[in-house]
């Protein structure tokens, strides 16, 4: 097989998949943020909008019934569970924010089942991830990203009005794993493997 024959590696990531509820709340909130922003700022667009447990990175197509065993593994006996979105939050903060994103209440569960999944999963390889290289699981969904001489005026009062309103609480009954491909300028998403959970 030539290199020009050579199929290209799949972007992948395993995520949860958002009820249209939960998009509709997020595009309510970015109309909110719009009304308020001024410069350079890049939105997500909803529909493409799901909750990422993990970039698995670029495999190449023999790999993904392994990296999906691998997951399927990791999850038995995982039950499914409801997860509810909490409040708008910024990093690195409200007062300097370089991506805005609508949290998630605390959820042991959310965050045992990435647990297990970054436990057994290495970017690119669906290989084991050695222990000390895990981060912390900080369960978001991203708004939109300020970029240079971007800004949301008002952002901590937008933020502090929105505090304990307009929450929606959904199911989570499956992982998905996902491969990402670029379309000029936007992202499509196909799924390649859906694990039910419990």
């Known amino acids: 097989m030539t290199g020009k024959d050579t199929p290209l590696p799949l ?38 909008m799901h909750l990422t447990l993990r970039f698995t990175g670029n495999i190449e197509e023999q790999q993904v019934r392994v990296v999906a065993d691998t997951i399927e593994r990791a999850t038995q006996g995982v039950k499914g569970f409801n997860l509810t979105t909490g409040g708008i939050g910024a ?13 998630l209440d605390d959820s042991c569960r959310l965050t045992a089942l990435s647990d297990r999944i970054n436990a057994v999963t290495s970017p690119g390889t669906g290989g084991p991830k050695r222990p000390a290289l895990i ?9 939109c990203r300020v970029r240079r001489k971007g800004r949301i005026n008002g952002l901590s009062d937008f933020a502090e009005s929105f505090t304990g309103t307009g929450r929606v609480t959904f199911n989570v009954s499956e992982v998905v794993l ?13 799924a390649l493997r859906r694990i039910e959970l419990g």
């Open 135 to 143: 981060k912390k699981y900080r369960p978001h969904l991203t708004l």
């Open 91 to 103: 990093f690195p903060g409200l007062k300097n924010p370089e991506l805005i994103y609508l949290g």
């Open 11 to 48: 972007r992948t990531f395993i995520a949860i998949e958002l009820p249209p509820e939960v998009k509709d709340l997020l595009t309510r909130i970015q109309a909110g943020l719009e009304s308020r922003a001024s410069g350079r700022i890049t939105w997500t667009t909803p529909e493409l």
């Open 178 to 190: 996902f491969k990402s491909d670029l379309m000029g300028k936007t992202p499509v998403y196909t």
